[in-house]
Structures are given as C-alpha cells and as structure tokens.
C-alpha cells in the first residue's frame, strides 16, 4: 500500500491515531497564511478536534505526485466555517513518514 493511501485511509476514517503513526517525530507544517511552524503536538490538538468534527468534508482527492521522498495531494475541503477551499498538499516523507508539511489553499466560495 502506497503513503497516499494509508493517509487517505486515515483521513477518510477519522482515525488520528492512525494519522499520528505516519508521522515523524520530527514532523513540522508551515502555514501557507501566516508562515507560522505548527509542531507536531500542537498540530495533534487542533487538527484532531476538526478531523472528528462532522463539519470537515474532503472531497475529490487525489494524488498527484508520489515516490519515496514526496507526496503531492489535491482536494477540496470544506471546513467547520463553513468555507471551501481547493488545497494543494506537499507532504516531505523521511524514513518512510511525514516528515514536513506545506499547504496552499484558495477559495472556491464567498
């Protein structure tokens, strides 16, 4: 089973303990907007409350790159807002993990 598809598996089941087993320890993600580096349990805290939440929908994924150093991603997801953005997802993998995280995002509704 390739990387995009255990972490789409751990998407689609809401299972952030799944998600948390892809991870390195040293896992880091920039913020698109802010430049902000969120760590690793910091990211657990909050993107756990949304992952379980039933106001966080994904819809269209789809890998667009992957091989053993990177995984390149697009959805569109609709946040607990209530806004929808198109998001592409650049996952840095090391030792087989998520290694580093970047997003972009732009708005698909007002």
């Known amino acids: 089973m390739s990387f995009f598809e255990k972490f789409e598996a751990a998407m689609e089941n809401r299972d952030l303990d ?8 040293d896992w880091t993600m920039v913020m698109h907007s802010t ?23 994904r819809e269209k994924v789809r890998c667009i790159y992957e ?11 609709t946040f607990p807002n209530g806004t929808t953005d198109a998001v592409m ?5 090391k030792d087989g993990k ?3 995280s970047e997003t972009g995002s732009t708005p698909l509704k007002t």
Do not use: C, T
């Not at 091989?67 to 997801?77: G, L």
């Open 18 to 25: 799944a998600m948390m087993a892809l991870m390195h320890p």
């Open 35 to 57: 430049g902000k580096v969120v760590q690793l349990n910091e990211w657990k805290e909050m993107f756990g409350n949304v992952i379980a939440g039933d106001n966080f929908k």
């Open 67 to 77: 091989n053993d150093d990177i995984m390149i991603s697009h959805s569109f997801i």
């Open 89 to 93: 997802y650049v996952g840095i993998l």
């Open 98 to 100: 998520l290694f580093r």
